[in-house]
């Protein structure tokens, strides 16, 4: 876009000194934004990775959402290192050029994408759990993402042609976007996106909704049935486990909204460069389009935080995580540096949960007051 800008300007601009300016400008502007991007670049990379090593663990892999949000970790990770591939690149290699445009086109589609299916794989799920039994599994998921990347790879091996246009010169190679091309990245890309996923993801109202009438229903039948017993701890441990894992992708959710909506914004008010001779509104426009691009970034690198900030069980998995690589990193330590072959250690979190098994076992001993109210309920599970 900040080329189409300076290329309007020079065939408008009678004055080289104007045309230097705003030159000079954008070059200080793409300098210092270059050190931003590639800070979001490795901070949104090693979240993703972090975000895949902990939604693999035992604890949390064995589940249709877990397959979505690794296909997701890697997509963003895949969007944020080609987008850092095309700044680094002076574009003098046409197929390398070529092949970035197409792949970084792909991973992006594809990542927002996963997010809709992920938020519509919940509603279902919050919505009727015996579908979900059905078709929120491993094997539909990874399914759903074979579809996906299938799709998206025929879809932009389709448009690219039409799109962009291969010319080259000895000094300097790239793609160039077609003249009648534009008009179909203008609407393509929007829509398909950004704008359809932001419709999409307003299901998440509903599966809000459905949460908490399930929610109210599971509190009236156990204050109804309080004195049989008869509650079912299977659909309690549920709903609380859905809950959970509801609240973590409605707040990813938000967050897409949160980065995506102002840039679609700036997006579509600057398809048309400016023809007035204003520095300061070019100026301006040059740097909200430059912001614009910073957010569609952020996006792809902050998962990993709004994860540990709205899940509970992921925040949990990811302090073990922590616990436990320290532990491998503490006994290389010893034994490889400091040459201590017998050294070994046990993992925090095994003494807190050897802890809480003691007293676990304690309080429900023969003495204890709930040892005798857990012989007399009767409890179902499903």
Wanted: aromatic fraction near 14%; glycine fraction near 2%.
């Amino acid at each position: 876009m900040s080329t189409s800008i300076y290329t309007n300007l020079s065939s408008s601009s009678p004055s080289n000194i104007f045309r230097t300016e705003i030159k000079q400008y954008i070059d200080d502007v793409n300098r210092v934004l270059a050190f931003v991007q590639a800070f979001i670049c490795i901070v949104g990379v090693l979240g993703n990775l972090l975000a895949l090593i902990v939604i693999n663990r035992k604890s949390l892999k064995n589940t249709s959402s877990a397959v979505f949000i690794t296909y997701m970790a890697i997509f963003d990770s895949a969007a944020l290192l080609l987008h850092f591939a095309l700044l680094a690149r002076r574009r003098r290699i046409l197929f390398l050029h070529c092949a970035l445009a197409y792949i970084t086109d792909l991973t992006t589609f594809c990542a927002n994408w996963v997010l809709v299916i992920i938020t519509l794989e919940r509603c279902v799920a919050v919505y009727s759990p015996f579908l979900a039994k059905r078709f929120c599994t491993v094997h539909s998921a990874r399914y759903s993402m074979y579809i996906l990347l299938t799709f998206s790879i025929i879809f932009f091996s389709i448009i690219f042609p039409f799109t962009y246009q291969i010319t080259g010169t000895p000094k300097n190679d790239k793609c160039f976007i077609r003249q009648n091309g534009g008009l179909i990245l203008r609407i393509y890309q929007p829509v398909l996106f950004y704008a359809i996923p932001d419709i999409l993801l307003l299901s998440n109202l509903f599966t809000v909704y459905s949460l908490c009438r399930r929610r109210h229903r599971l509190s009236s039948a156990y204050i109804s049935d309080s004195l049989k017993c008869e509650i079912r701890i299977s659909d309690g441990n549920s709903n609380r486990k859905q809950r959970q894992l509801t609240i973590m992708l409605v707040t990813v959710s938000l967050s897409f909204y949160l980065f995506t909506t102002p840039a679609l914004i700036a997006y579509i008010s600057q398809q048309n460069p400016p023809t007035h001779r204003n520095p300061r509104r070019i100026k301006l426009t040059f740097l909200m389009s430059q912001i614009s691009v910073v957010l569609l970034q952020l996006n792809n690198a902050t998962n990993f935080i709004f994860y540990c900030f709205a899940g509970q069980r992921f925040r949990r998995a990811t302090m073990q995580t922590f616990n436990d690589y320290s532990v491998y990193v503490k006994v290389f330590f010893h034994r490889y540096i400091l040459c201590n072959k017998q050294y070994t250690s046990i993992p925090v979190y095994q003494y807190q949960l050897n802890s809480v098994v003691n007293t676990t076992l304690t309080t429900r001993g023969p003495n204890s007051p709930y040892h005798h109210r857990h012989q007399q309920c009767k409890t179902s599970t499903m």
